[in-house]
């Protein structure tokens, strides 16, 4: 048993140490740190932080919807290729691009591409878009409604949309084509067609007797105006005398003391018709082949009471005598004239190639040639339906005004070029482009 001593001793034993622990900082000498309840905090902040960050990066990597995308967009899941245009929050499957911008407000057009699992439970609509319409559409930058020209090479014709245009031919120079055994004149923007049986007269009168013919297709022969026939001319209502002047009708009048090449025809009804020097030249291969085409003098004051009427002959009818073309090649039609007013015509240059082999062809006849990516935008006459041309010379009528069809598309009424409505046979059609049509299911629309 302790004794009190050992008592005392124990208990002073246990306060020294305690006092000790108190006063003599943490083991090795060094003193207690003061907690820092901060620590955890911050912890939790930049835990957060990473989470977030991680967040983002994901959804870098897979978006979802954006926000507004319920309307007028054009929904692209880039991993199947899936096409949708979201309308009330619905998506509606769109066959091609083209049905989608015809039934969005010009302006708001926007593509979204997303993941096809992030379109995962929106309510999905009816197939719609306009069957057989263009998927990619050329931009305004590559739009050509001006560098047309048509070729007739053999069997076919080869137009060309953005090529180097040709020149115009120059005044007074012409052409001979037969189109299915009949034959033409072709000169500036007009053919004449030449009457069977007076074929050699005729071409010998224009000064195109040496021109070998070319033969030509009815779609090419048709870019031109149809003139009047290049024939022999006689005078209506007969060669009987005219009162007041003593000379039968058809005489050829010269005025005395005027330009030698100023002539005139008298016809029944007593007045004076122009007669230009191929007009001549082909009433001596008619009625005035009797000797009525021979010019007789009379002074002016003779023919002072005769009125002057239309010119004899056609009034399209060229002047004089035509120069032919290159002896070598087949003829081209080339446009002419501003933007906004072109006109065919017969081109300088001819063509010496060889015509394409594209199947396309073996069936339409026409080989239709487009740089890539090229295209047009144009109206067939200034009063026509406005026509769009893709980048494989596929065309397609938009009905309706500039302001509505053309902005939808991403166009400007100035980028619209006005051609000759004959162009526009030579391309394989299309169907019309209408937002009545790309609202339609193509199912319903067949």
Known sequence: MASKKDLIEAQSFSRNRLLSAFTGGAPGGKELEPAKPMRAVFGGVALTAMVILAGVFVGLLKPGLPGGW????????????????SVNAELHPVINTVSARMLIPAGEFKVVSVDQSSLSGIPIGGTIGILGGPDTLPKAADLDGTHWQACAAPETTEFWIGEQRRTAAPDGAGT??????????????????????????????????????????????????????LA????????????????????????????????????????????????????????????????????????????????????????????????????????????????????AQTFTGQASVDPAAAETGVNVHLPDNVGALVRGGPKGT?????????????????????????????????????????LPAGPELTPEAAGTSPTAAK
């Open 70 to 85: 319920e309307n007028n967009r054009l929904i692209v899941a880039r991993d199947t290729g899936a096409r949708y245009l």
């Open 176 to 229: 001979v084509v037969v189109r299915d055994g009949e034959t033409f004149v072709v000169s500036d923007g007009t053919s004449f067609a030449v009457p069977e049986g007076s074929e050699t007269a005729v071409l010998r009168a224009v000064g195109l007797d040496t021109v070998q013919p070319h033969e030509v297709r009815g779609d090419w022969l048709a870019l031109f105006a149809t003139g009047t026939d």
């Open 232 to 347: 022999p001319l006689t005078i209506t209502g007969g060669t009987g005398e005219v009162a007041g002047v003593d000379l039968p009708a058809g005489t050829v009048i010269h005025p005395t003391g005027s330009p030698e090449l100023e002539r005139y025809l008298l016809t029944a009804s007593g007045e004076l018709a122009p007669l230009d020097p191929l007009a001549h030249r082909l009433y001596m291969l008619g009625d005035g082949a009797d000797g009525l085409g021979v010019p007789v003098e009379l002074t002016p004051s003779e023919i002072a009471d005769l009125p002057t009427t239309e010119p004899a002959g056609g009034t399209d009818w060229p002047t004089d005598t035509l120069s032919p073309l290159a002896a070598t090649g087949s003829p081209c039609a080339t446009l002419a004239g501003s933007k906004k007013d072109q006109r065919t015509v017969l081109a």
């Open 386 to 426: 406005l026509t769009l041309i893709d980048s494989t010379g596929t065309s397609y009528a938009i009905p309706g005004a500039v302001g509505t069809g053309v902005k939808r598309l991403g166009y400007t009424g100035g980028d619209v070029a006005v051609v000759p409505a004959r162009w526009l046979h030579l």
